[in-house]
């Protein structure tokens, strides 16, 4: 279980979305990449420290913590590539031509300093022969990290791509600069505490607990802030959902990001995590942020970006379309297995007083639904990779490129 969700959460999404912004903050600031040896090195590097702390991890080399599994010379990789990425492209960024500093840059830049901090913070880099605390201490920094990880990296490292990818596809400027800066600096200072409401029944101190809660309802002023401005945007424009392959897949991102975000509230009110606790529910909101909010996100900036780097048509249409429809169905499956058994597990618990072994048999079907899901979406998947690689390798170029060259985009143009 370590190797998968490490594999999925820096391997593939983490890898996908810098190299998301490899392609983004160039045009967003009119110039090219200061720096591609950089670029080249943080690939090079990158990967390799992957490779080594997730073979250590199938190997026993783990220090045993949610998300922060890797030994700590695998952090020191993690740590090098993440310094050198900020610098490459916060250079970038110091040297544009464009004036404006449209909200993808915000969240972009926002994301490349608390990732640094965040992770040296939640791996306890200053500890390296365990890479963690004592007792309670160490349980309230990893869920500081292990929450903050989603919310300062992969949510304000997503939602610039979202902000980019809307406008342009539908060929109209973002509603609101103003909304979306309520929205990073919404994310900002609520996000930071949320971790302690996955200890609401640990003894970790009443105040912290209290705070966590409060932070996650307030979470829902940003959450609301982002959706209505993506909204407004595609008014009058949801013909183009249809139509464009990479806008089906960000919106479909975009409203697993509103249900995830609806779903992490409610939970951390006392009543009803009660009920959820220890059970699948849990795992079903994990796999709804990272496998569906982030993975649909990245999927549709990768089926904008390929054909435009290569300056070529994408293999298939029909194949994205049929992968897209196994991704959505075979998630809502998924996840259904995944709330039903949780919901069926908490209820039997709390208000039966059953044990946990006579709750069992009583899963099966649910669990069943899960692994159903469960194929469709791997399958879902293997079509996409198919379609990715099919494009880059019988890529037939277009007549023009159907992307700008690195200048100011009219996108940065808004309603305020």
Known sequence: RQAHTNTVMFAWLSGAMMGVWLYIVPRLT???????????????????????????ILLAYTQSREYAEFVWIIDVGVMVVLILNLVNLYMTIAHRTEPKLYVSLWYISGTLIWMPMLYFIGNVMWNPATGALTGIDDTIFNWFYGHNVLGLWFTTGLLPVIYYIVPKETNTPLYSHFLSLIAFWGIAFFYTGVGAHHLLWAPVPYWLKTIAVAESIGMILPVVAFMMNILLTMRGNWNRFMASIPLRFIITGWAAYILVSYQGSHQALRGINLITHFTQYVPGHAHLSLLFFAASVLMGAMYYIVPRIYNAKLYSRVLA??????YVIGFTFFFGGFLLTGLVQGTSWLHQGLPVWSVLPGLRPYMALRAVGGSLVVISFALFTLNILMTVWQRKPVSQPDYPKPKSPKLVTTSD
Do not use: D, K
């Open 30 to 56: 009119g110039r090219q990449l200061w720096s591609e040896t950089l670029g080249n090195i943080c690939v090079i590097l990158w990967n390799m420290a992957l490779v080594a702390g997730i073979g250590g």
């Open 321 to 326: 379309n049929v992968q897209y429809s196994l």
